[in-house]
């Protein structure tokens, strides 16, 4: 199936593609916030660049889009144009995410990844499941598998 729009169009939109401050990023910043959390945006120091560091508890947060980083969920389809290209994109973008987990980890920190479907979507989780699966993962009161059972990852 050919692109219905012109390689310009195409260009334009996609270069309107934020990395900070997207809307699922400020979602969960206002929640961590809300819930009287304090911590640092994209800590260049940090493998992988953290959209969200606490200090404090040495954990960091990373606000996934489900397209960008190949969630298994309705939010994410593959293109039908250009296949192999965004499969090999998609496919660094999971090796790059997990190189950063492992060396976060290898430096003492524990990662969290919120997915962009947890936040919207057909199956997404209100504002208090969301904040409530955050603050426990922070102050180490839960499991990583207690956290995929409600569409949340964490490492």
């Not at 195409?10 to 990395?19: D, E, Q």
């Not at 980890?105 to 947890?118: H, I, K, N, Q």
């Not at 208090?128 to 995929?148: C, H, K, P, Y």
């Amino acid at each position: 199936m050919a692109d219905r729009l012109t390689p310009e169009q195409r260009r334009l939109n996609m270069r309107r593609v934020r990395a900070k401050d997207t809307k699922p990023e400020m979602t969960v910043r206002h929640l961590l916030h809300d819930q009287g959390f304090r911590y640092r945006l994209h800590r260049r120091d940090l493998p992988g660049r953290p959209d969200i560091v606490l200090p404090r508890w040495r954990a960091v947060v990373f606000v996934h889009g489900c397209f960008w980083h190949g969630h298994g969920c309705s939010l994410f389809r593959l293109p039908a144009t250009r296949t192999e290209f965004w499969s090999a994109k998609i496919e660094g973008n999971r090796r790059r995410d997990a190189a950063a987990v492992a060396a976060l980890e290898a430096a003492g920190w524990r990662s969290l990844w919120v997915w962009e479907c947890a936040l919207r979507g057909k199956n997404r989780l209100t504002a208090t499941e969301v904040s409530g699966a955050m603050v426990a993962f922070i102050r180490g009161d839960v499991r990583f598998t207690q956290l995929m059972e409600q569409g949340i990852a964490g490492v």
